[in-house]
């Protein structure tokens, strides 16, 4: 009976799936070996497609005359730098007493690509190819994913998405980097004065640049309005009230055109009109014309994926998508969480029958503790498949990442930060079986004969889920305790006693008016990018969506992926196309950046385009899915690039460009 080889990804994936076989493993250089069992990894990638001077000497040389440069059949060669844990691995996959080869590397399209790679450059011929499809590295999962491994032929599809999404960053890449270069980067690198510039262009980091720099200009161009609102202040039993004027039908002031909003003016002279007409009114009383009383219900958020958790450790911890993932991932391979680089948000009705170990194993968290043992006591995990929580069609790889229940003895060795983002997901997750929180609303209307005021009150009547989300690391806060006093809101906030004031208030009533005031505001200009909400408008298809529960019912294929959009952001800040501020984590464009995007618009401006992007991306997903072929998805993306080229070779716009880099370039007077 032949022997099976185990391939992971990294040693340090290796080493886990060693623990798990509980084989007497020998070690040897780059790999393991037992009686029954080989154990070898890559390191990353092994093999990466060849430069185009591979194919020709001629392609070294950047000229137009050789693009666009797309290969009939493309090659690939061995990173120089990992050639011997290559040659290794090449050699354990053709010998002739392994007979099964178990394919282990990351669970996902990137970790299939990484193996495709080295079997083809290894040639290997004549073995069962298994795949393990891991969702974490405990033991119980690791033994579970090869127990259950499948024939690799059945990942072919998501093999060949992988193959088309290297081919196609690979060409975008070299054709539009060396065509935009050619074409304008004398131009360019004239006006920065530098000695030469080369314009990177990529298939999703051109459209994120795109997508800073359109912000930063709608941000400059925002022309801030002045408003102002009319308050009155009325007194019930010693409560003070706070109402709102707004223009409702039956106003002197609805619908006409000094109005801003209906409920500011444009011009304070005219808020100071309706304070004097109010003012000669008598008696100074407002008339309760209705009250309104409601239960609003707040679910618990749905799980964290990758997008959800980069964005809110940024906020939290104001640390960089690329630094967050660093992090899920240490915790992933010290057994902590399950896989990090998911998209989903829910979780899957295999796992949803198990979910009481990974909660039972919580009680060894002192600060969590308390909610582990109640959620076990009352039993509540057992409803959790009936919940938007869990739910099979929206996951396509892997479910959301929550935490194992073990591994709990490396949290004497985590960095602070580390253990921040540990305690977020295990909050997040133990939160979903809790119920919502629940508040008390009262709304009221108030008149003062053709005039409307309004009020509203809202106090936490049972935190539900809440209660779970103390994090350690933030001061104490009741969720929507402060006041709203936006342009919007006249809402405020209390607790149970407020309440029951207000609950004495009927309608008939009248409330003395004791006085008036106009309080001014402006119109707010978009907000800055901040790094987290930059990975969340990339997996929304150029969409910032705030809001948490829309963001999970529009969801898409994005621009990129959870595995790549950190990485795409960080290049864009390493080449200088962004600026990122590692306190605040807000990003802003550069002069360099701002000019490459006047010039990719002038020239190939469907690249700025994120639906566009988002398509490219969904198109690799039909291919994983087998709805579209390999073919099919290649004809299409050859016809994007002879087309594009083929029409910025005919154009003869530099002065224009030149002209728009002048418009910019006030803007960055202390760059240049």
């Known amino acids: 009976m032949g022997k099976s080889l185990y391939i992971a990804e990294k040693p340090s994936v290796a080493r886990e799936f060693a623990k798990a076989l509980k084989e007497d493993m020998r070690t040897f250089d780059g790999y393991q070996e037992s009686e029954h069992a080989v154990i070898t990894w890559c390191v990353g990638h092994l093999v990466t497609m060849s430069y185009p001077e591979a194919y020709d000497m001629k392609f070294k040389k950047w000229s137009l005359a050789t693009l666009p440069f797309i290969p009939e059949t493309f090659k690939y060669e061995v990173i120089p730098g990992v050639s011997k844990q290559f040659k290794i691995v090449s050699n354990l996959l053709n010998r002739s007493d392994v007979d099964t080869i178990y394919v282990c590397t990351d669970s996902g399209r990137e970790g299939e690509y990484i193996y495709r790679l080295v079997e083809q450059m290894a040639g290997v011929k004549g073995k069962d190819r298994r795949r393990v499809w891991i969702d974490s590295q405990t033991e119980e999962e690791i033994l579970r994913g090869i127990h259950e491994a499948k024939d690799l032929s059945e990942y072919d599809n998501l093999s060949e998405s992988a193959y088309l999404r290297a081919k196609e960053d690979y060409l975008m890449g070299i054709n539009f980097s060396r065509l935009l270069t050619l074409k304008y980067g004398n131009t360019l690198a004239g006006f920065l004065n530098q000695k030469y510039t080369v314009i990177s262009v990529g298939r999703v980091m051109t459209c994120v640049l795109g997508m800073v720099v ?225 508040y008390k609303k009262v709304s009221l209307t108030m008149g003062m004969e053709t005039e409307r005021f309004f009020a509203s009150f809202k106090v936490l009547a049972d935190p539900g889920y809440l209660k779970v989300m103390e994090y350690s690391f933030r001061k104490k806060k009741t969720e929507d305790t402060t006041s709203q006093n936006d342009a919007d809101s006249n809402e405020k906030s209390g607790d149970a006693h407020l309440l029951e004031q207000i609950a004495k208030i009927k309608k008939g009533m009248t409330l003395p008016v004791k006085s008036y005031a106009i309080k001014e505001g402006e119109t707010s200009p978009p907000k800055r990018y901040n790094s987290g909400s930059m990975i969340l408008a990339m997996e929304n298809a150029g969409q910032l969506i705030e809001d948490e529960e829309l963001r999970a019912q529009i969801k898409g294929s994005g621009i990129g992926t959870s595995a790549t959009r950190a990485e795409i952001l960080k290049k864009l800040v390493n080449n200088k196309y962004l600026s990122l501020n590692k306190r605040t984590q807000i990003i802003t464009p550069t002069l360099q950046g701002e000019l ?77």
């Open 214 to 438: 359109r912000r930063e200009r709608e941000i400059r161009e925002f022309v801030k309005t002045p408003f102002y609102r009319v308050l009155n202040s009325m007194e019930f039993e010693g409560l003070t009230i706070e109402g709102e004027w707004r223009a409702v039908p039956g106003s002197k002031y609805f619908g006409t055109p000094k109005l801003y909003k209906e409920n500011g003016f444009r011009e304070k002279k005219d808020a100071q009109e309706l304070i004097n007409w109010m003012k000669s009114l008598e008696p100074q009383e407002a008339a309760v014309m209705s009250v309104e009383r409601k239960q609003e219900k707040k679910n618990p958020p749905l799980l964290y994926n990758l997008a959800e958790l980069q964005n809110d450790c940024s906020k939290l911890f104001k640390i960089s998508p690329d630094e967050t993932l660093r992090v899920v991932q240490e915790l992933y391979e010290k057994k902590m969480v399950t896989y990090p680089r998911t998209d989903a948000r829910v979780l899957s009705s295999a796992v949803a029958k198990e979910i009481s170990k990974n909660i039972s194993g919580l009680k060894g968290i002192n600060m969590v503790r308390p909610f582990a043992e109640e959620i076990l006591e009352k039993e509540s995990y057992k409803q959790i498949a009936k919940t938007r929580y869990v739910n099979d069609k929206m996951i396509t790889d892997h479910y959301a990442i929550i935490p194992t229940g073990q591994g709990l003895g490396a949290m004497r060795g985590l960095n602070p930060v580390s253990l921040k983002v540990y305690e977020t997901i295990v909050r997040r997750f133990l939160a979903i079986f809790y119920e919502p929180a629940i």
């Open 596 to 672: 490459i995007y006047d010039t990719v618009s002038a020239s190939i401006k469907s690249l700025l385009n994120p639906e566009l992007t988002a398509s490219w991306e969904k198109g690799l997903n039909y291919v994983a899915e087998g709805t579209i072929t390999p073919e099919e998805y290649m004809t299409k993306l050859t016809h994007f690039i002879q087309s594009r080229t083929s029409g910025v070779l005919g154009l003869r716009n530099q002065y224009i460009i030149k002209d728009s880099f002048e418009r910019v370039a006030p803007f960055y007077k202390k760059s240049r």
